[in-house]
Nanobody, 124 residues
Framework: VQLQASGGGLVQPGSSLTLSCASS????????IAWFRQAPGKEREGVSC?????????YYADSVKGRFTISRDNAKNMVYLQMNRLKPEDTAVHYC?????????????????WGQGTQVTVSS
């Protein structure tokens, strides 16, 4: 399973971006999908995840709760991360990752499938 994240960019504080996660050939609704991010010099941290279609539960890190929304579009085989009211501290390479089954997890080592990252830079 290969995942591909896209949608990053350079935006001003307070702006919005939507990241997309696509799969090469596998139905994403089978997997629990998470978004992680890694800023220079920092560890990779879990931002949000959504369990597979059977579970349909989601998780948000405290730092993004109320600003970010994770969602699925099964018809398009995509998972999205809508990011609103972006802050400079959101600047990082953002990755999507997948794991089998319906239970969500927040640690990188619990995910088996990764895509390349997409850079999000929030700066005035």
């Amino acid at each position: 399973v290969q995942l591909q994240a896209s949608g990053g960019g350079l935006v001003q504080p307070g702006s919005s971006l939507t990241l997309s996660c696509a799969s090469s050939g596998y139905p994403l609704d089978y997997f629990t999908i998470a978004w992680f991010r890694q800023a220079p010099g920092k560890e990779r941290e879990g931002v949000s995840c959504i369990s597979n279609n059977a579970g349909s539960t989601s998780y948000y890190a405290d730092s993004v709760k109320g600003r970010f929304t994770i969602s699925r579009d099964n018809a398009k085989n995509m998972v999205y991360l809508q990011m609103n009211r972006l802050k400079p501290e959101d600047t990082a390479v953002h990755y999507c990752a997948g794991r089998d089954g319906s239970s969500w997890a927040t640690a990188p080592h619990e995910y088996d499938y990764w895509g390349q990252g997409t850079q999000v830079t929030v700066s005035s």
